[in-house]
RNA sequence: GCCGGAGUGGCGGAAUCGGCAGACGCACAGGUUUCAAAAACCUGCGCCCUCACGGGCGUGCGGGUUCAAGUCCCGCCUCCGGCACCA
């Protein structure tokens, strides 16, 4: 009969752990104003990007940045933190609805059952939220302050109705934001969007352009995100300038003004022609009657272009004369380089700037192109000194155009104003002095940031706490929220620019204040509404009366650590931070900025297999041979190749599979283990178990293969003086381990605690309880199950989840003698033993000793020596 | 085209401030154990020459600075991400 075995069983110790912690409420975060609270207790707020509950389940990629964070908030707990630690779901937009629509489910089904695996996927992996604090974007109880909130910002003049037009994808019926379309076609799915006037609700985040520059600056984001940040604003300081169209009308109307703007007006001496974009509304009323059928021409195949097209194009110039002239206010009307001609051309880009510019040929490289190809006037306006002789030659005779800052030549004169010898700061400056006291225009600054486009044509979002009056907008009233969301049946996008909800016609129809007939709006908010404040809502979830408590607020934001992908490098952070700063302007809360420290996650890849024409081969196509992977049916050798995982390739892995095979762990510590949490980086199955037996030397370490010897090996079984050695290396441990958990290097702590367990198992009878019982400590913000059953067995006192960290002895870091590298000429001969801290002489007489063979016959010219490291000898 | 980031054994990666390149893990090879296998444990494992001792080469490529370079500087190549006619 065999024997009662005990070897590591995550599938029985995780949920037993799971359980207690949540019975006793191990990982609840405490409020300011809570019974318990410390205020002499540091806060901590670590967050997660929150999921859509999509039904493909939890991906291994969610696990990482959840695991990083967990890791984090374990360790600032046992360092003595008050810890919020939240997860939520974010449960409104596209992707749910999208979802609905294919398996012809309510939305509002689909996305409960959908959070109900995600919680459970989550719950199974250890992750120590504050499960009380648990919300949903699509909540009632949440969105009706996303919807007060909205009423906020409708208050400060921030939202406001628009028939701009916007993008409108036919595809999935609704229109979208900036940030949801790429190149043309939307973010989600891949379909063709199209620019088109439609009454829309925007918030007007252009208003707060500058402040999202100059405050991103001291946040500790990673300088690609923030360059990110700073390409959407997309900041441009300049000028507007001026021009007057000539010949127009008979002198009794003043002339028409052609505004442009420019960053280099102190290349105005240049400007041989203007371009206006073909949208812009001038173009009607200065268009002659002899260019007037090639102008509307133009217009149409240019409003016929799909954005694709005209992007995809970029560098083939075209355009048309309107047959107008325009002043050049620096020259005579009489002087030819004072008459120029007027352009529409489709490189100028109608919703930024002025939608119109000013051509200077001889400095810009677009107008140098357009001007060859139409054969327009280049004016030299350079005098460089680039080095260069042929190139400044031909910059000089504006042969070549020239964006360096490059002194400008005697033609940049004219009766009242010079820039003849100055370069492009002094220039500018004097340029611009000059149009504002002429009147031709004054300083300007631009920006690429567009207000946000805040409607949806969809039924799975906020409605908007706003009826249509026969007096105009008329906001719902506080007590009356939440504007729920009627139950419809059929819920899909009409086919039509109308949101789904102008068939709930009872809905829709109510009345007014004064107790007129009145409409709901019937479009919804977008996706990226409720988590654009979420983080707020975390701090005090079950408030009633506020969106959130100041004082909850002023504790905890703004929040510590923000882990996530960089999918969201421009929208959702954006207008996160948007929101934070208006409800600092209404005095609600106190942080300017919501995430003090932000960390983009790598994405997990996964191996793949292609043959020799490029081509992908699915999984389940290829078999191992050897040392190979080869095509199953031909036998061809594949190449392994990196890259996202796919169902049509059959390399995604389930979370949930790897959890039954190995537990969670594993998983985590796997995840944790691959490489930087920063990179990219492949799964590979073959490495999963390397971890795992990580793991069980650990639990070997404490329990004894067989039950009848009891629940830990004998030796452990009463507290006993520490070896000297183990209790040396077990600091070390610990000490590094905090250090890369400090700079969220999980893989080099993981790999010193495999050290530890390494030597500890070679020396394993020597082990005592109270080392155990520290490195457990270590171990549990990364495998806390284990960690956890170890500390229990080990007789801990409460729970591992709550107890302090281990102290670090400085004086067992440093060891007595040290081996010191020996160099001759900076190439290792030799290694010497010397004492620690030992003087430089010490050192270079036992490093002498070493080399001696190498030393002969030469002569030492100098002696290096690095303490503790090397000694390097530099001979002749 | 512009702006970021990266390139290290058969593979994932380590080297935190210019100081011993390849920690740790995987794969692989040999061994112990076993009737056998699995598991576990031990040993080896960058490349080349050598029975060995030892030596030479080596962090994408070419140059430079330095006693010393994966790390700093200059010039390239490749890959990944972002932006892209933004005046």
Known sequence: MAEPKQTYDPATIEPKWQQFWQEHRVFRAVNPGDPGFDPKQPKFYALDMFPYPSAAGLHVGHPEGYTATDIVSRWKRAKGCNVLHPMGWDAFGLPAEQYAIQTNTHPAETTAANVA????QLQRLGFSYDWEREISTADPKYFRWTQWIWKQLHQRGLAYESNAPVWWCEALGTVLANDEV???????????????????????????????????????????????????????????????VMDQRPSLFPPERIRVFTTRPDTLFGASFLVLSPEHPLVESITTPGQRSAVRNYQKAAASKSELERTDLAKDKTGVWTGAYAHNPLFAANDPKGRIPVWIADYVIVTYGTGAIMAVPAGDERDFAFARKFSLPIPGIFAPQTGDGPRDARIAAGEECCSDDVPFGAQNQNGSLTIAGLGMAAGKRKVIDWLVAEGRGQAKVTYKLRDWLFSRQRYWGEPFPVLHTQDGVELVPDEQLPVTLPYMEDFKPGGVPESPLIRAVDWVATKDKKGRPAQREINTMPGAAGSSWYFLRFCDPHNEREFCSKAASDYWLPVDLYVGGTEHAVGHLLYSRFWTKVLHDQGLVRAKEPFHKLYNQGMIQAFAYEDARGAVVPKKDTKEQGDDVVHAATGEKLKPIVTKMSKRYGNVVNPDDVVAEYGADTLRLYEMYMGPLADSKPWNPKDVPGVHRFLQRAWRLVVPEFAEKGTVHEWLRQDRACDAEIEKQLHRTIHKVDGDIERMAFNTAIAAMMIFVNEATKAMERLSRGQLRRFAQVLQPFAPHLAEELWERLGGQGLLARAPWPAVDPKLLVDDEVE???????????????????????????????????????????EIVVPGKLVNFVVR
């Open 182 to 244: 790429i190149n043309g076609k939307s973010e989600r799915g891949d379909h063709p969007c199209e620019r088109r006037p439609l009454r829309q609700w925007v918030l007007k985040i252009t208003d707060y352009a500058e402040r999202l520059l100059s405050e991103l600056e001291p946040l500790d984001w990673s300088e690609s995100l923030k360059t990110m940040q700073r390409e959407w604003i997309g900041k441009s300081e300049g000028a507007e300038i001026e021009f007057e």
């Open 117 to 120: 695996t995600f919680k459970r």
């Open 820 to 862: 010191i590298a020996v160099q001759v000429l900076g190439k290792v001969r030799g290694r010497a033993l010397v004492p620690n801290g030992c003087a430089n002489d010490v050192a270079i007489a036992a490093a002498r000793a070493a080399v001696a063979a190498h030393l002969e016959g030469k002569t030492v010219v100098k």
